[in-house]
């Protein structure tokens, strides 16, 4: 299993970003996608969840501004950041589940600062 992500860096605060999340090694149609973030001196936040059927979770900081969404012919998942704040400043990860093991990308630096 093998997850990369991209497309974090510097935006101001109301700006957007969009990351992507390159997987392989497991039949990613089949499997939920996941987005969480870390920042710093803090816990890890989950963030949203792309389910197999189509369905879509998201916490409460993130609804309404980010949109989780998936290319299965492409094996990526995106996450659409808009209305960034700085406390959205964090390390972003993308994961998935497989039987009982937790995969998880090398993540990708979002700072939100003007």
């Known amino acids: 299993v093998q997850l990369v992500e991209s497309g974090g860096g510097l935006v101001q605060p109301g700006g957007s970003l969009r990351l992507s999340c390159a997987a392989s090694?497991?039949?990613?149609?089949?499997?939920?996608m996941s987005w969480a973030r870390q920042a710093p001196g803090k816990g890890l936040e989950w963030l949203s969840h792309?389910?197999?059927?189509?369905?879509?979770y998201y916490s409460d900081s993130v609804k309404g501004r980010f949109t989780i969404s998936r290319d299965n012919a492409k094996n990526t998942v995106y996450l659409q950041m808009n209305s960034l704040k700085p406390e959205d400043t964090a390390v972003y990860s993308c994961?998935?589940?497989?039987?009982?093991?937790?995969?998880w990308g090398q993540g990708t630096q979002v700072t939100v600062s003007s």
């Open positions: 994961a998935t589940l497989q039987a009982t093991q937790r995969y």
């Open positions: 090694g497991f039949t990613f149609s089949r499997s939920t």
């Open positions: 792309s389910y197999r059927d189509g369905g879509t």
